[in-house]
């Protein structure tokens, strides 16, 4: 009988295909702070080293539109759920930040429950929008 490879049992055809892609608000600041010390920009370039060598795509963007919420980051992912947040610290939520990513690469359609979602990642969802696919009649998930 032939071996079956660690993880194999958990693949499942609906992950979603491809690295996740976070998005970060680089212009992400407090009133009277100039744009070249947001934290936003703060937040980009500390994902960045801290993603070396990690399957997932970190890119700057200049507004998410959600300013008010210091610092946010999208997630999106090819055939997975895109998520939208805000209040992240930019140097103590790296950690999690990246922890949800791979979450998200392993979930069918890149769904998280709140439960399993990182620490610093529970707290601050504005958005969570299923991908393209999904039933225009009942919103249910493709079969
Ligand atoms: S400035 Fe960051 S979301 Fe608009």
Redesign the pocket.
């Known amino acids: 009988m032939d071996s079956i490879e660690p993880g194999a049992l958990v693949e499942t055809a609906n992950r979603p295909k491809g690295p996740v892609t976070i998005t970060v608000?680089t212009?992400?600041r407090a009133a009277g702070i100039e744009r070249e010390d947001a934290p936003?920009r703060a937040l980009y370039e500390n994902m960045r080293e801290a993603a070396q060598g990690l399957e997932v795509i970190i890119r700057p963007t200049q507004?998410?539109?959600?300013?008010k919420r210091?610092c946010?980051i999208s997630y999106t992912a090819e055939g997975g759920y895109t998520y939208l947040f805000g209040d992240l610290d930019p140097e103590a939520d790296i950690t999690d930040i990246l922890a949800m990513a791979g979450k998200i690469a392993e979930a069918e359609f890149g769904f998280v429950p709140w439960k399993e979602r990182p620490e610093a990642i529970r707290k601050g969802i504005l958005a969570r929008v299923p991908p393209p696919g999904w039933s225009p009649e009942d919103g249910s998930a493709p079969a």
């Open positions: 608000c212009s992400c936003g507004c998410l539109s959600v300013c210091v946010t």
